[in-house]
Every structure is written in structure tokens, then in C-alpha cells.
């Protein structure tokens, strides 16, 4: 069965960076595309970007991009998301997530497994 | 960015009963509308796809309709486990968005 396991929560200090790991089983990792979403304490869903496990390609929320980077490594199967420059308002739950469904020239931006979340708390 | 407005805010009804959630968007998302399901402490999950598709394993009590700007997710008769948060996400247009949640609980 398709499984997203990710890393452990982390506390992190303003300014520092977060590297958070998703690693994928029970389907073809290279076929679809790594989302990554966060939740803060009680709100709702943000979308942060997307990810190519083969190609490296990536796509960065307008947002995130100059702080984020989203990598994977094919030969363990595993995505990862880069958050630098933290400040107390990163603190969040962050979740991988696999795309529905890829064709040759692109992937649905909808999810159909996620991660169980990974809690990055930023404090000083 | 497109926006989606839920409504309403709480739905408080009882088991048995059928809800009906709402989802607004600030233009239109054509069919690419997409409804999760979120409890406590768990990730999202993926109830129906392009505003009418059940995905994998989700029970038929769960429709939804619509296209354009307005679309409806309705639970037929609600289970006690159905009680949660219910997001909806459109991926018409980048970035892909979510509402900010309808929370049903019990009445």
C-alpha cells in the first residue's frame, strides 16, 4: 500500500534552517510528483510548492520562493523540503503529499496520500 | 491567486442527518475542484476529485457537484466517524488553493 513516512518534529531557532524527509513506498516514486503543504496551529491548508522525484524540477509558492528548496533522492525513494530563514511564524505542521495522477507533460495538483506531518516549531 | 470562500463556517448537525458544505471560488475553476477530509491530529484526506470523482475507497454517502465558480459536497446521512473539517482545493489555476475549512460537528 502507498506509504509517506516523514521525519520527526523539529524546534528550530529564528533564522535557522529546516530540512524535513518523506519517503515513499508501495507505488513507482518516479511517476508522480511531491507536493508539499503546511498547517499552522488551528488554520487551514497553504500550498508551498511541488517537485519532480526525477528530473529535480521544481515549483516554489510565490511566498516561499528564495527560502524554500524541495530535493528528492530517487535511490532511497525519499522527498525533502528545505525551509531557511525561519521566523515564529513557520512554526507549523508541514505534510508531503503525492499527486493523483501524472501525464508525459504534467501532474494534477491534487493529493491522494499524504504524509502523517512533521511539526516544526520555531522559538527562541 | 484564486480564492475559495467555504460556507458555512460550523455545520452542527446529528447522525443520520445530511449535510450539505459549500464552496465558492473568485473565478472560475471549470470541474478542477477537489474535497478533503481532515480529523485531529491526522493528514487530509482525499474524498472527490474534479468536483463529482470519489476517490479510491470513499463511501458513497459522499457526492459532489458543481462547476464554474460553485460547487456542493453533500453527505447523505452523516456517520459518527464523518464528523471533521472539510477543506476544499482548486488546481485550475497556479498556485493551487484551498478554502479555509468547514468544520461539521455534532449537534
Known amino acids: 500500500q502507498v506509504q509517506l513516512v516523514q521525519s520527526g518534529a523539529e524546534v528550530k531557532k529564528p533564522g535557522a534552517s529546516v530540512k524535513v524527509s518523506c519517503k515513499a513506498s508501495?507505488?513507482?516514486?518516479?511517476?508522480?510528483?511531491i507536493n508539499w503543504v503546511r498547517q499552522a496551529t488551528g488554520q487551514g491548508l497553504e500550498w508551498m510548492g511541488w517537485?519532480?522525484?526525477?528530473?529535480?524540477?521544481?515549483g516554489y509558492a510565490q511566498k516561499f520562493e528564495g527560502r524554500v528548496t524541495m530535493t528528492s533522492d530517487t535511490s532511497i525513494t525519499s522527498a525533502y523540503m528545505e525551509l531557511s530563514g525561519l521566523r515564529s511564524e513557520d512554526t507549523a505542521v508541514y505534510y508531503c503529499?503525492?499527486?493523483?495522477?501524472?501525464?508525459?507533460?504534467?501532474?494534477?495538483?491534487?493529493?491522494?496520500?499524504w504524509g502523517q506531518g512533521t511539526l516544526v516549531t520555531v522559538s527562541s | 491567486e484564486i480564492v475559495l470562500t467555504q460556507s458555512p463556517v460550523t455545520l452542527s448537525l446529528s447522525p443520520g442527518e445530511r449535510a450539505t458544505l459549500s464552496c465558492r471560488a473568485s473565478q472560475s475553476v471549470s470541474s478542477y475542484l477537489a474535497w478533503y477530509q481532515q480529523k485531529p491530529g491526522q493528514a487530509p484526506r482525499l474524498l472527490i476529485y474534479?468536483?463529482?470523482n470519489r476517490a479510491a475507497g470513499i463511501p458513497a454517502r459522499f457526492s459532489g457537484s458543481g462547476s464554474g465558480r460553485d460547487f456542493t459536497l453533500t453527505i447523505s446521512s452523516l456517520e459518527p466517524e464523518d464528523f471533521a473539517v472539510y477543506y476544499c482545493q482548486q488546481r485550475d489555476n497556479w498556485p493551487p488553493t484551498f478554502g479555509q475549512g468547514t468544520t461539521v460537528e455534532i449537534k
Open positions: 508501495g507505488y513507482t516514486f518516479a511517476s508522480y510528483n
Open positions: 474534479d468536483a463529482s
Open positions: 503529499a503525492k499527486v493523483l495522477s501524472c501525464s508525459s507533460s504534467s501532474c494534477w495538483y491534487t493529493f491522494d496520500y
Open positions: 517537485m519532480n522525484p526525477v528530473s529535480g524540477s521544481a
